[in-house]
């Protein structure tokens, strides 16, 4: 069995990432509304098959209930999958492979490109940008989310200090508060049944709307400063 740890970022990392999830903005929106949208169960497994590599709690718990309220089955045990043929017997969809190479490769290498092209040959490039814009909103969820939890760790005496405090610091009052609806949302999600793909598709872009506002501010500065793709990974 193949075990991920959990990565969270460093300051170049986060930059890098934010780059590619600002630019994938417009992209993401369509992942949910128009002509390139994904079936609402598909993009939920999508999101969770990403999480499967990378597990955040708040992605976990967000996500995990949309799933289940788009009718996706099994999905807890799509979230705790160990490699891509435990994905694909749960999902069998071209568009789970591409999420879950995505995922192991941090959205970046040669492997990823290729997915890729192969997700656009088996349906549409456009769509497959769809696909791809999805991987990137839950990659930068899962590691915010992350580096938000190693930095509270510091003070439980469960995290070594592996990158800058004020990196940190800074980064949990910045995305503190949306973390905290996240969070807030999870529980409230759980009292909801399985819902109408119109509401998923609409319940998905105001999740994209809130999350852009925050994403834009960092988004721009990773036009402008240094950036680098490392990231962290923690045990």
Known sequence: ??????????????????????????????????????????????????NSVNSCPYCEGLHGQLARMAGVENQEQLMKASNLEECRSLVD???????????????????????????????????????????WFLLWGSIGGNTINGFLARFKGQSKPQSSMLFEAIFFLYYGPLFLVIAIVNMLLKGFPKVPKWFSAGFGALLTFIAGTWIVLPGLLSLVLPTSPRILQLD
């Open 1 to 50: 069995m193949t075990v991920y740890n959990k990565k969270m970022w460093t300051l170049g990392g986060c930059l890098a990432d934010h780059k590619e999830v600002f630019k994938s903005l417009p992209s993401i929106l369509g992942a949910y509304i128009g002509s390139n949208s994904v079936d609402p169960e598909l993009n939920e497994s999508v999101m969770v098959t990403v």
């Open 93 to 135: 969809d071209p568009a789970i492979t591409y999420a879950r190479i995505f995922a192991e490769n941090d959205g970046r290498g040669p492997l990823v490109e290729e997915a890729l092209n192969t997700l656009g040959e088996a349906t549409r490039p456009a769509y497959a940008k769809s696909v791809q814009a999805l991987c």
